[in-house]
């Protein structure tokens, strides 16, 4: 596995890599890597011929009070699970290197960013897609791989993707979970172990929509509300939002009549999670466990 710290170089490989008519994968992460990170690089190696990962926690899509300077970071670590799944190239440059000095120019998706988690961390989506945009020019892949629990920024980037007529194609792949059913996620790093309990709220507020949408509830409004109760219940987190939304507009519904998305966001102590999962008019993507 080669590790690749400026865009010349990682241009070069990608570049070399298309010469010879391989189809490339790519992954963005920005590290801690967990066993959802390790799923979508499974899959990119079984759909692609080479695969590129990047590591960079990326500044501009934090807040000013936000952990970025906390956010988890480990990289030794990372470089070896990334390699050990046969992952060809790390792409892991430095902020300068992403960010040269006097930048000024973003990548905004009007409208979507300002949905959902756009909403309590303004500028977040933003940082998301300069940033990604940033990487596609540079590593240049043809498949990129995200995943489902981020939805939003999926959703955002597809847009970016489709209007800035940027080639390469954008694959979803399922939430990895717990056992317990709390979604993987770096930030899961943070909670004590009272916290890592009542984290599960969120997952059981999804649950609660899911039933009340199989026993027959169609009404947006009263099914967000449902799932809402599973806040009262575990007073230690603070509800962001719990939305059901247009999964390509981000939009709030007023009822479900075809593809929706259930989108949660809460606070255990200082720790912001999140969780979702897809309505599909007369089914449902279960918030299952999958790991």
Known sequence: MQLFETTGEMRDASRGWRHESRRIGFVPTMGALHEGHLSLVRVAKARCDVVAASIFVNPTQFGPNEDFSKYPRTFDRDRELLEKEGV????????????????ITYVTVESLSEQLCGKSRPGHFRGVTTVVSKLFNIVEPDVAF???????????????????????????????READGLAMSSRNAYLDPQQRKAALALH??????QQA?????????????????????????RLDYLEIVDRESLHPLEKIEGPALVA???FVGTTRLIDN???????????????
């Open 88 to 103: 060809d190239v790390v792409f892991a440059p430095a902020v300068a290197v992403m960010y040269p000095a006097g930048a």
């Open 146 to 176: 995200f995943g489902q629990k981020d939805a939003a920024q999926v959703a955002i980037i597809r847009r970016m993707v489709r209007d800035l007529n940027i080639p390469v194609e954008i694959a979803v792949c399922p939430i990895v």
């Open 204 to 209: 059981h507020s999804l649950q609660e929509v």
């Open 213 to 237: 949408f199989a026993s027959g509830e169609r009404n947006a409004h009263r099914l967000v509300e449902i799932g809402r109760q599973t806040f009262t219940q575990e007073p230690s987190v």
């Open 264 to 266: 949660v966001a809460a």
């Open 277 to 291: 999962f897809v309505l599909l008019g007369d089914s449902v993507s279960h918030p299952r466990n999958t790991g």
